[in-house]
């Protein structure tokens, strides 16, 4: 049960961590990669827990939606998706802005 739960985690992490180190146009620190790469995977993992019970459990939006339901279902999935990765990639920026201050005050503070 252990396995079954934290080998799609760590795989999040892994998927997540290669899409924020590499897909950005600039130069992203494997530190803040993994940073941001965290809490998204804990989000993902969360969500799909969430919407498989979800799914599972009702069925009523198969009665009010009928053949386009399935349809339905996959956009609202793609969204969320789409969302948490935004989410990480902003976390991971503003994390990397952050430690870019704070190494200009500390530049700056040693100059005087």
Sequence with gaps: MVVARTVPFVLSIV??????????RGHVPWRLALTAS??????????KRVFADYVTRSQHYSTLF?????????????????TLVLFGAEMGAAWQQDVEQEEALQAEGGAE
């Design 66 to 82: 009928g053949p386009m339901a399935s349809l339905i279902v996959l956009m609202v999935w793609i969204y969320y998706s789409a």
């Design 15 to 24: 998927i997540f961590f290669l899409i924020y180190k590499f897909m950005p």
């Design 38 to 47: 965290v809490p998204a995977a804990i989000l993902w993992e969360t969500g």
